[in-house]
């Protein structure tokens, strides 16, 4: 048996969920922020236990991949997860939404941009509308057929 050095129901909370003014749900963790020197500015929580990061390290893994010569052919992705209860004990959905490089400036002239360089700050700016209409439905709706892929995950 693995001694767990800071119960989890002891970790202080870090983040809340909120909808619609009431708190949703309530997640408990470590947080540690860095600067660019790697010095301590933010420290929350054990910092020293074991660490099961799943799907927050995507972003260092893509770079990595990216740096190792992956070639995405230009093409936007947008991923997202929900870890919620699911219809039929489903316990994980993953899915990806892709918009093909040649569909790119059609993705910018709808979105009334003037480069693809300005489609990432522009995503960052409205994710939030976006994931609510759905990602999908969002890319259709500016008349642009997506790719698209999805997993779900259950118990046993």
Known sequence: MIEQRFPLYDAPVV???VRSGFVESVHHGSVVALDANGSTLLAV?????PIFPRSSSKPIQALAMLRAGLD???????????????PFGATEYEYAVTVP?????????ALGLETDDEV??????????????GERTWVEGLGITPGFWSRIEFDD
Do not use: W
């Open 15 to 17: 983040a809340h969920v």
């Open 45 to 49: 929580g054990d910092l020293t236990g």
């Open 72 to 86: 995405l052919d230009g093409e936007l992705l947008i991923e997202g997860q929900d870890l919620r209860s699911g």
């Open 101 to 109: 490089t040649a569909q790119l400036p059609k993705l910018v002239a």
């Open 120 to 133: 990432i700050a522009y995503l960052l700016a409205n994710g939030e509308s976006i994931v609510k209409q």
